[in-house]
């Protein structure tokens, strides 16, 4: 067979191991952390999914190697803790056993322990450490480690990878970068120390050279030892990447993988997890110029999903390894896709950032297109019908086509009917904002998946209660979606209004000056779009703050953009009039007319619920999905949608 992806498929020698490929999944922590911070079967499930999508190694984060100095709420494979090597020989095992190799990260988060906690009382009660003392940028006060303390935690990461061993892990990853402790310790920012561990570089590094050969004196020799460091911090006072080339010259003889991050907890998300406002691979040029300087396999991670864009980095020479975190949530199968020449059916990460947002309010992981990510063990299997039915799904948008393919892939006879010409629903509209186009292709993907399970699609069909009653289906799913809410206000039925979801059609009326009236998500997002294209926009709320039904995650980088991006922003502006020059608003009492000659509304979708309930009584099974029960998310449509296609 002659693969598409060479480079991407070859196997690469890392010490005295073997790896598949060179598609690695990056560390991500659990769905749910127990009590007792064993790794459990959920979570294992959740790591499982992505050794059998088939990548090269799969690496369990983060495990805490010194509870006392840490206190996170993470995963502790330690022998006080009953039942953790169990644990945790169980997960290598589930990983393993799909020839993927089982890897584990060792952690400590310094300062910044306890982030990810959720009792506040825990949090409060708790003491902070880093290589100096002062105060964390929230307040809390910092413990300078002592000596004897830094000696049991480079002992702790010793003992620690050698249970990792002992369970099965076949290669350990040592957590240096994005503000983590040793990454704390290599920075000038965090590091203010005057002995041998503070003060010239050489001593920055001391910590890590330490923690790598108390590692490497307890798993031995050619057991592999990745090192995940920031190849620069990105922010004023830390180190920069010429700084990260000489930290990766005096730590290579001590590792087998650089894996070259960038950022850190200070930055914020946006450059350690790339956001969508980023190019694809931003991050690449740091692990290419560290590449230069050394002579070990680099990795090279951040926003990578694109197989043709991997492929050029290993065959340019640019890395020899590249790591995805949510691509692999996105389709943990993208390996497996990628060795089989199937790369169009590899369904994109969105960027949309509702996987770390999830863990942050709720502590499980979810996934905006894949409805598994942190369900994997109740809903992972798709298991076939004992009987075959006939279903028919009405709407072609996300959840429509999630409820069509999973009912195929149950072996059922599934016609999905779509009103328009085209398949998407309202994510059709996404493709003429570039950085959501990625949300476009989500439903061109889901389409092309659709097809090649055999599900018949019907475009241009409404489906009537008479036309579901003569297909005479056991099983109607409703996925009619959702339409604009229009306010009934004068003006608003202008030949100069355009409702955001059908801004593709219409872009080419837009003039330089906009006004986009409603500063929700979708609000805001066309707003920043429309001012990246160079026009001047007005962005008008009704509210006191922008995007409040944008994601945790997600809101606080929107809000950046906005304000980079140059948007003038009204808020606490109720929209009274539309004209031509305008919107005329209220404002604190008065009349102000925010100006624009074309103007946007994006003010919410409302359910189809006419169309619903017509087709209430179509079949002896019917479901409804999505938007058209609640105008929600995408997440929320393609998890019912599968559903439903699993409750047929
Ligand atoms: C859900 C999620 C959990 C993560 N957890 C960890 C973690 O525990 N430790 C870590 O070093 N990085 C963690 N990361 C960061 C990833 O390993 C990776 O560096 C980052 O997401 C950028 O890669 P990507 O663009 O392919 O997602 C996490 C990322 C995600 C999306």
Redesign the pocket.
Known sequence: MKRKFPNLCKPIQIGNVIFRNRMFS????GTDIPEDCTIGPKSTAFYELRAKGGAGAVTV??CVVHPKTEHSHMYHLDTKVLGSMASFTYTADAIRRHGAIPSV?LSHSGQFSGTYLIDTKEKKEMEQWGPSAGVRYDGVPVRELTEELIKEIVEAYGTTAALAKRAGFEMVMV?GG?GWLVNQFLSPHYNKRTDKYGGSLENRVRFAQEVLDSVRAAVGPGFPIEF?MSGAEFFEGGYGLEEGVEIAKLLESRVDLLHV?AGSYLTGFDI???SMFREHGCNVYLAAEIKKHVSIPVAT????NDPYMMEEIIASGKADVVE????L?ADPELPRKVMSNRDGSIVKCLRCYT??AE?AVTTT?RCSVNPLIGREQEAGDIVPAVVPKKVLVVGGGPGGLQAAITAAKRGHKVILCEATDELGGILKGERAIPFKYEMYELAVTLGTQARELGVEIRLNTRVTKEYAEQENADAVIIAVGSEPMVPPIPGIDGDNVIQVTEYHHKKDEVTDNVVVLGAGLSGCEIAVHLAHEGKTVHLVGRSGELAKNANVRQRPILLKEIEKSGVKVYTNHKGIRVTKEGVLCEHEGKEVLVPGTTVICALGQRPRRKEVEELLDAAPFVAQIGDCVKASTNTDAIYQGHHAALDV
């Open positions: 990056a560390p991500m922590g984060s983060e990260e957590h994005h995940r991050s350690t997890h790339p991670v951040g926003g990578l995805m975190a949510r691509a949530l996987c770390l863990r992981r």
